[in-house]
């Protein structure tokens, strides 16, 4: 029995050694640059020198209040361009809690995702702190998904080429939290994006990584990435995973995948879906037949996105439409269709239009053949002109609507187009200034918002009172009083078609 119990003892007294030399070694244990010198020069004044020119080259910031971005993780000669006009939405006068990396495996496949927690990133531009203390938070807490698993990390390319933009733009003295998914599970990406989604706010940023077509010809990658890069900007999970289907099934000459970070993409919408705020925006496209190293025969295909959110409150009793604005806008959705059934894109020249069609705010597209539905898609989108949201919402009615097939050329002769336009959202303190029939309501709290269009307590006969709980508690999952304590917001349907 002495001889068990000095064993016992030796055997605690080994396992405390070897977690207090574990947690040394997460101290200890940087990881160091792999794709430098492969992917970008490893030469720390060539690679300020080429960030330099990659920025001066890049589109200019557009974006307010930034929540996350899309970048590409190719050799910088072939997409560093697009990269920097991602990076270039920063704020750089923000100083961010955490810079959340996360990026898809390209080189194993293992359960659930692997965060570093072993010690800090460097690149040829210096170290880089990782937040360990909360990457081991994540994994301690959540161990059916996250691991502690550094090999995963060792040899991938698709976090550490975006670290220099980072450094460049916002120095050394930053947070990252970098996140390798090594699952093709949709279950277990919307567990980490539950898992991560309460660091999605204005103190963190989220940096995610991915190309998109590979290998096809320089025009099917164009076709590929522009459907793809508008099923991501309707953030709707669904529509991007049936997008990805549908061009898999096209057997596009050549074309491996769609979207090589489509994991680490579809986390991120799983994360944004329910919040009716988000804006996705296109930054820029190219692709690798674009840079002077690249050809047109087999190119990859890479997209800057730009995820942001932002309230605005003007009143909507400011907000008018002409009838000349009305038949303009009804005649850019048709021409809108037109030409990307036609030529897969489209052109837009706002020079024309009135302060009223440029103004941000909401829409709905909805499509008809013979009175039958044919597809609907809108936004509540509060910080993008009105003319941008009817392009992308008659693309994605004629296209992305999951409950039907996409719009063909000869379908689309007998189409009639309506569009819903809804007014700049107006905060209001008291549903005393809801008028039912009149107004339609948008609850928010927190990352839960619900909405009900003006015409349901017309065809329900609710009162007032009706109208804002059931929104609270059906729409916004908040409960049935949950308003009392949320933001309240009213807006105004302006309905037209071509009927």
């Known amino acids: 029995m002495k001889y068990i119990n000095n064993l016992f003892?030796?055997?605690?007294?080994?396992?405390?050694?070897?977690?207090?030399?574990?947690?040394?070694?997460?101290?200890?244990?940087?990881?160091?640059?792999?794709?430098?010198?492969?992917?970008?020069?490893?030469?720390?004044?060539?690679?300020?020198?080429?960030?330099?020119?990659?920025?001066?080259?890049?589109?200019?910031?557009?974006?307010?209040?930034?929540?996350a971005i899309i970048s590409p993780h190719a050799g910088y000669v072939f997409s560093g361009q697009v990269a920097a006009s991602a990076f270039n939405q920063i704020d750089t006068t923000k100083k961010y809690e955490n810079i959340f990396i996360i990026a898809s495996s390209h080189v194993m496949l293992f359960d659930g995702a692997s965060v570093y927690c072993n010690g800090n990133y460097e690149t040829p531009l210096g170290e880089v702190k990782?937040?360990?203390?909360?990457?081991?938070?994540?994994?301690?807490?959540?161990?059916d998904v996250f691991q502690n698993y550094p090999e995963p990390h060792y040899k991938e390319h698709s976090i550490e080429v975006q670290i220099p933009f980072l450094q460049y733009k916002l120095g050394n003295n930053l947070q990252i939290v970098p996140i390798i998914i090594g699952t093709d599970s949709v279950d277990v990406l919307k567990e980490i994006a539950n898992i991560l989604k309460p660091y999605f706010n204005s103190?963190?940023?989220?940096?995610?990584?991915?190309?998109?077509?590979?290998?096809?010809?320089?025009?099917?990658?164009?076709?590929?990435?522009?459907?793809?890069?508008?099923?991501?900007?309707?953030?709707?999970?669904?529509?991007?995973?049936?997008?990805?289907?549908?061009?898999?099934?096209?057997?596009?000459?050549?074309l491996v995948t769609s979207l090589c970070g489509w994991t680490s993409v579809l986390t991120l919408m799983y994360i944004t879906e329910?919040?009716?705020?988000?804006?996705?925006?296109?930054?820029?496209?190219?692709?690798?037949?674009?840079?002077?190293?690249?050809d047109k025969d087999g190119v990859v295909g890479y997209t800057a996105i730009a995820i942001s959110e932002k309230i605005k409150t003007n009143d909507s009793s400011d907000f008018k439409l002409s009838e000349d604005d009305k038949t303009i806008l009804l005649k850019f959705a048709r021409n809108t269709i037109n030409n990307y059934l036609e030529k897969g894109k489209t052109k837009v020249d706002s020079t024309k239009f009135s302060n009223a069609v440029k103004t941000s705010c909401g829409a709905f597209v909805t499509l008809h053949i013979n009175d039958s539905l044919r597809g609907c898609v809108g936004?509540?989108?509060?910080?993008?002109?009105?003319?941008?949201?009817?392009?992308?919402?008659?693309?994605?009615?004629?296209i992305h609507d999951t409950r039907f097939n996409p719009v063909t050329k000869s379908e689309f002769e007998k189409i009639k187009i309506e569009i819903s336009v809804l007014t700049p959202l107006k905060k209001v303190s008291s549903i005393k200034e809801i008028t039912l029939g009149k107004h339609g309501i948008y609850i928010k709290k927190g990352y839960n918002s619900g909405t009900f269009l003006p015409q349901v307590a017309t065809e329900t006969g609710w009162t007032v009172e009706d109208f804002v709980s059931r929104c609270s508690q059906d729409k916004a999952g908040i409960g049935w009083d949950g308003w009392k304590n949320a933001e309240l917001y009213t807006y105004e349907a302006i309905v037209f078609s071509e009927k």
């Open 9 to 67: 003892l030796i055997l605690i007294l080994f396992l405390m050694l070897n977690c207090n030399s574990q947690q040394k070694n997460i101290n200890m244990m940087n990881r160091t640059p792999y794709a430098a010198g492969k992917f970008y020069t490893n030469n720390k004044t060539e690679l300020t020198k080429e960030l330099q020119q990659l920025f001066s080259k890049a589109e200019p910031n557009s974006t307010k209040n930034l929540l």
């Open 274 to 294: 329910k919040n009716q705020n988000i804006k996705y925006q296109k930054i820029q496209y190219q692709n690798s037949g674009d840079s002077f190293y690249g």
């Open 130 to 143: 990782v937040n360990t203390e909360l990457a081991l938070k994540l994994v301690n807490g959540n161990k």
């Open 203 to 254: 103190k963190n940023l989220f940096v995610i990584s991915s190309d998109f077509s590979h290998y096809p010809s320089y025009t099917d990658a164009q076709s590929a990435d522009s459907h793809t890069t508008s099923a991501i900007i309707t953030n709707n999970p669904d529509v991007l995973i049936a997008t990805l289907s549908k061009n898999n099934a096209k057997n596009i000459n050549k």
């Open 379 to 398: 936004s509540f989108s509060q910080n993008t002109p009105l003319y941008k949201v009817i392009e992308e919402m008659a693309i994605a009615s004629a």
